[in-house]
C-alpha cells in the first residue's frame, strides 16, 4: 500500500515542473501596463498581466507551457485567448529585447504585435 502511494506522489510530482515552469518564468511581467507611453494616465487602455494571465479591453488570455524560444529575447506560451467575441488557441509570444521600456504581444492567430508600456 505504501509503495503504491509513493508512485502516485511521485507520478503527481512529475508533472508539476512543466506547469509549474511556465509561471513561475511569467513573474518577471507580473503588472500593470498601458497601450501608450504615457505612465498609465487615465483613458489609457490599461492592461494587466498575472500569473499565467493577460487581461485588458477585450481581451483576456490563459497561457501555460512554456513553447521552445526564438532567438532575439522572446518568450513564447501555450495560450488561449478571448478577443471580444472570438477565441484562439495557439502560441503567445512576448518580445522583450526593450524590456524596461515596453513589452510587446503577439496573441495566438495575430499578425500584428501590440506595445505595452509598464505603469509607472
Partial sequence: MARIASIAVASALALVPAEASAQVVTDHL?????????GCREGAAEFE??????????LHCIFGAVKDPAPGGTEAYEARCRQ????HFGTLTFD???KDDHTRINLPEAADWITLYPCK
Wanted: overall charge negative.
Fill in 49 to 58: 498581466i498575472k500569473r499565467g494571465v493577460i487581461e485588458g479591453p477585450a
Fill in 84 to 87: 471580444g467575441e472570438a477565441v
Fill in 96 to 98: 522583450l529585447s526593450a
Fill in 30 to 38: 507580473v503588472g500593470k501596463y498601458a497601450a501608450t507611453d504615457d
